[in-house]
Structure formats: C-alpha cells, structure tokens
C-alpha cells in the first residue's frame, strides 16, 4: 500500500487544485484522493493514488494516511501557507511554487493526466463550497432582518 507524501498532493494543487481552503476542513482532500485511487485502480493507471492506504476516521469518513502530514510538508517547503487567523485559517496556495509540478503533469500519459486534472479539479470545488458555506455560515449566525413583521389584524373585505 502507498502513503501519500507531499508530491502527489503537489501535483493535485497543479492540477488546478484548490488556491485556498479551511484549514479545519479536512475531508475534501481525503474524500479527493480516495475517489482518485478508486477510479485509477479501475482503469488500470500506473498512478501510485491506485494503492493508497486508507483507514477509518470519525472527521473525515475515510482518511488517507500521510495526506495531513503531506500539507504540514507542502507548508514546511513554501508551497502552502496559512493565513487568517482562529476558525478562518486557510490553506493558501503560493502559485508561483507549482512551476515545476504542472512541467511534471505534462510527462504524465493521457489517461492519467486526466484522472489527476479531474480530482484536481473535484478538490478545488469541494473546497470552494466548505469555504462558501463557512462564509455563509457566519453570516446567518443571526437574524438578517432587522426587526420583525408586526402581527396586526386583517381586515376584512367584503364579499369574502
């Protein structure tokens, strides 16, 4: 089985990947990678992702192991960086460091460079909606109406 490290989660960010997400919100990377493994082990990809190691996790379903620590090694080398602060942390993703992985998706057969823009591409939308919906969130924490319709009587028309 393979673990993931931090140069398969590179070459998803290159392949248009998501450029910022929740911090806290790790299950759009692990649901991600598990759908990838499922889908280049069925088409008989040569991708490491089809042999991934998996074990259960209450957070996120299905966890993939060393994918976490693969973002901790993506921040440690300059790729990524976290902004915001408290609940906001975001993963920021650092453009200018993907130079070399999208040279190395261009070596990548046809299939299999399909495969990866596809889950690229799933990643940056799951993550998009997590930080959509955590950004709406915070907004209907209260009321958006600023002050409550009144309860008066009908009056009644006649003929009715």
């Not at 960010?13 to 991600?32: C, I, K």
């Not at 261009?106 to 690229?120: E, F, K, Q, T």
């Not at 907004?139 to 009715?160: A, D, E, H, Y």
Request: hydrophobic share 45%; glycine share 8%.
């Amino acid at each position: 089985m393979f673990v993931i490290g931090p140069r398969e989660v590179l070459t998803l960010l290159a392949a248009d990947g998501p450029t910022e997400w929740l911090s806290g919100v790790r299950w759009p990377l692990h649901r991600v990678l598990v759908e990838l493994s499922k889908a280049a082990a069925a088409n008989g990809s040569s991708l490491p992702y089809a042999t991934i190691s998996t074990r259960p996790d209450p957070e996120v379903a299905t966890a993939v192991l060393g994918a976490d620590a693969a973002l901790v090694g993506l921040a440690e080398s300059g790729v990524l960086m976290l902004t915001g602060e408290g609940l906001t942390t975001r993963w920021s993703v650092v453009t200018d460091q993907l130079v070399e992985a999208r040279r190395d998706l261009m070596r990548l057969g046809p299939c299999d460079a399909d495969l990866v823009y596809r889950a690229g591409r799933r990643w940056a939308a799951l993550a998009a909606t997590s930080l959509k919906n955590w950004r709406t969130a915070s907004l209907s924490c209260g009321s958006t109406v600023p002050f409550t319709t009144p309860n008066r009587r009908q009056v009644m028309l006649s003929g009715r």
